[in-house]
């Protein structure tokens, strides 16, 4: 059934798409070009345009190291072997982390108001989020008239553009003014230009230094205009265009002496020489080069028809595989909105925040959160969107190297789990949390799947003295504990988690050992494809090979800690220890069964219902445990309405990923998990359909990339089974297929198990299992066949199933 407003004739398939206004901001629809970004509320009385600009946070440039916490963690690291957690974290509390500076926030600019006389009642209202033009518009009858408003951050121009119409002359009558919630914000009338100027807030005793302006230019079409009293008044016009730019003094995280009233004005002004249509087709073309490179259909049913807070709210009931693949296709729209090559990185957030101190100061989280938000990247054909994360490690290995000298006494360069704009790597909030520094082994491991996933050799040469300093910490920083003389990572924890003797703060943590166990295995390949550094790599072998193991306890499950202290009741968000089978591959049925089924036995334990970030993590897991069915389960949960009168995780009217509050990276995880039920190139080949849930059972997916330089150009099933394949060859060498039945196609034959592509090329896992203490169930892996295929670089092949 059809909803008001929205004609026969309108495609919705790629629109997220409602019959009311926003009533909440978590029902407002995000734009954004990296820089800027906009929620869009659509209420036809007044029109609100929340802004944001990405480098508005509190603060200044500074450090948190903290210079009493050498003296301290030999004191810590004492207790903790001893058996004294709680001594230990308290100590840390007062030694170790900063007790002035917990990280800066990131802050909303403000907002646009658009007031329109007489349309408190309307009609036929229809507004949404255009995936393919990445614009949102709204349309509505009042007195007779219908109207219409059009927003877009353009990407192209660097402004915001806001469109006014109506299908009768002279309709449009409204006033326009720009407001802000920081104190010190300032709105003037310049010519006929708003301006509103401000700067950033003090936090933690770092006094705010981001200097920013925004500024509104009005063009009318008919009618009159006039701009005074801090108001574009507009009386009678046929059209009403709004151009908006904002820009800060910020440079980079220790700069900030861009002139940012010059900037907001050029921009402005380069941006007033190209008319409406002309920045609109600019803006979608330059968008529409990264979005077009993947397409998705799962099916489609009635449920398209109606609303989407509808259809998330009705996910779980109805059958509605299309809105799994428009959740999709949203998140890789978010990311092209909120992360582009030369500016920030995603937050916590994104780009989208309403206040000045949100939640967690919707900081960079990188014991899982911020690492989340770029699963994708690679995967799902944005690889250039990955590019400011990569930018901002370079960054942090600059700043996390006076942290590592001046706190730990070491080499190399140390980040622990919270960082922001000035590149903060010191520990920060309390011990429980922020006493964990293993962060640079983490987004370490981006700078690598960048390498396997493009094989750009010079870029592998520029990231290795990255991943080398961050080594260089740890190989300084290990210590042997005493009942086996493995090597540690000691004051750590397993991100957020508590074990039962009253603390988080531990050694040898599970996540550390395979953090570890991939930084060094990862540089050891690297210094082979690069030929040099031999004697560093043989220290790395050396040291990994005295890394804690990891070990299954006596629930059957893969110990979390080094003890085997795992409640089977625990139900905590984090599943640290489980980032071995994903976002790692040093889990495989096929290589490792035992710990495999371990780590299954663990998730199964920790239970479905989370946070949402949490369920999106655990979507990824479920499909490299090879369980479609259990993976759709999650993705049910996650696509779940949350609303301000409901509890726990899943999605916001407006898609946005709900803990709650707001974070985007539940957006980002899941959509990578989609990605990982359909295709995975993680385990030695290039596997087909790993986890097709039973509901998917005919549909086509184009554009994913694998690792080793392989594109799928289409991927297309019919009854649970592979019918097409067109793959891209880009660095050319062995394809091996894994898949289940069997393929006809040129050249094709049976794997005959030798390593089918450096680049493909898996850690051996040499981890003991030392506490075998309950019976494995019988591991439910299906029969897959092996094919290899000798493949040019710039070659397309097509393989047809039977």
């Known amino acids: 059934m059809l909803s008001y407003g929205r004609s026969l004739a309108q495609d919705t398939t790629w629109k997220l798409w409602y019959d009311k206004p926003a009533a909440n901001w978590n029902e407002a629809l995000p734009l954004g070009n990296g820089r800027l970004g906009v929620m869009v509320f659509g209420v036809p009385a007044v029109e609100r345009l929340q802004l944001n600009e990405e480098t508005i946070w509190g603060g200044s440039p500074n450090s948190n190291a903290h210079p009493r916490a050498k003296e301290a963690i030999p004191y810590v690291q004492k207790l903790i072997f001893e058996g004294e957690y709680q001594a230990a974290q308290e100590l840390a509390n007062e030694k170790i982390r900063s007790q002035t500076n917990d990280g800066m926030p990131y802050e909303t600019f403000g907002d646009v108001y658009i007031s329109f006389p007489g349309h408190q009642n309307y009609s036929e209202y229809y507004r949404d989020l255009d995936l393919q033009q990445a614009l949102s ?22 402004v915001i553009m806001v469109r006014l119409t109506a299908d009768q002359p002279g309709s449009i009558t409204c006033n326009v003014q720009m407001t802000s919630p920081h104190d010190n914000a300032m709105a003037r009338v310049r010519g006929d230009q708003l301006t509103l100027s401000g700067e950033s807030q003090t936090h933690d005793h770092q006094r705010g230094s981001v200097k920013f ?41 220790k700069d900030l002496s861009v002139e940012y009233e010059k900037k907001s004005e050029a921009i402005l002004e380069a941006a007033l020489q190209q008319d409406y249509s002309t920045i609109k087709s600019a803006h979608t073309s330059y968008y529409r080069q990264f979005y077009d490179r993947m397409s998705i259909d799962l099916g489609s049913s009635e449920a398209m028809a109606n609303p989407t807070d509808q259809r998330i709210e009705q996910f779980s009931q109805v059958e509605d595989p299309q809105l799994a693949a428009l959740y999709f296709q949203f998140a890789r729209y978010l990311l092209i909105s909120c992360s582009q090559p030369g500016g ?20 960079y989280t990188v014991n899982i959160n911020a690492e989340m938000n770029y699963w994708p990247a690679e995967l799902t054909n944005l ?52 006493m964990w520094p293993s962060g640079g082994a983490w987004v370490s491991q981006h700078l690598w799947e960048r390498y396997l996933y493009g094989g750009d050799q010079e870029f592998l040469r520029e990231a290795y ?28 924890s397993s991100p957020e988690n508590s074990h039962p003797h009253g603390a988080a703060i531990a050694a040898g943590v599970t996540m550390d050992n395979q953090l570890l166990f991939d930084l060094f295995s990862n540089l050891i390949r690297s210094t082979e494809i690069l030929g040099h550094d031999e004697s560093f790599a043989d220290t790395l072998r050396n040291t990994r090979a005295r890394l804690a193991p990891m070990q299954i306890g006596q629930h059957g499950q893969l110990q979390e800690w080094m003890q085997d202290w795992d409640d089977p009741e625990d139900k905590h968000r984090h ?42 993590w655990k979507v990824n897991l479920c499909a490299r445990f090879l369980d479609g069915d259990h993976a759709y389960k999650l993705l049910q949960n996650q696509l779940s309405l949350v609303t301000p009168s409901t509890r726990g995780g899943g999605t916001y009217a407006n898609m946005f990923d709900a803990h709650p509050p707001f974070q985007i990276d539940g957006n980002f995880g899941c959509a990578a998990g989609i990605a990982e039920m359909l295709m995975q190139s993680h385990d030695g080949a290039i596997h087909l359909l790993p986890a097709l849930p039973s509901v998917w059972d005919s549909g086509t997916i ?29 660095l050319g060498g062995n394809l091996r297929l894994r ?16 390593n089918p592509n450096p680049f493909f090329e898996l850690p051996e896992v040499k981890s003991p299992i030392i506490a075998e203490q309950a019976p494995l169930s019988q591991l439910a892996i299906p029969e897959y066949t092996e094919y290899d295929l000798a493949t040019v670089a710039g070659e397309v092949y097509q393989i047809i199933g039977n």
């Open 137 to 158: 518009s709204v349309s509505y009858i009042a007195n007779g008239v219908r109207y219409h408003r059009e927003v877009f951050s353009a990407f192209a121009d660097d």
């Open 213 to 253: 302006q925004g500024r509104i230019k009005p063009i009318n079409k008919g009618g009159e205009l006039v701009v005074k009293d801090g108001l574009i008044s507009v009386q009678e016009a046929d059209e009403l265009l709004l151009y908006i730019s904002i820009a800060t003094n910020f440079k980079n995280y």
């Open 344 to 363: 920030q990185p995603a937050n916590l957030q994104g780009i989208w925040n309403d206040m000045l101190f949100p939640p967690w100061e919707s900081k």
């Open 383 to 434: 690889s250039e969107m990955h590019e400011p994360f990569l930018q901002m490690i370079k960054e942090l290995s600059e700043t996390g190297r006076e942290t590592a000298e001046m706190m730990y006494g070491a080499r190399g360069w140390v980040l622990h789990h919270n960082t922001d704009l000035w590149r903060i790597t010191g520990p920060i909030d309390y011990a429980a949390s922020g």
């Open 465 to 492: 003295p990255i991943m080398k300093g961050a080594a260089q910490f740890f190989l300084d920083v290990l210590k042997e504990e005493p009942e086996h003389g493995w090597l540690v990572v000691s004051p750590s």
């Open 575 to 616: 599943i640290s220890h489980l980032y071995g089978v994903f976002p790692s591959n040093q889990l495989s049925p096929f290589r490792t069964p035992q710990l495999f089924e371990a780590a299954k036995t663990s998730l199964m334990y920790r239970g479905d219902p989370s946070t949402g970030w949490s369920m999106g």
């Open 702 to 730: 184009a554009g994913l990339r694998a690792r080793a330089g392989f594109e799928i150009v289409e991927l297309s099933w019919k009854d649970h089974k592979v019918d097409k394949l067109v793959i891209k060859s880009h």
């Open 739 to 754: 898949l289940s039945g069997n393929l006809k196609a040129k050249g094709l034959k049976k794997a005959n198990g030798i």
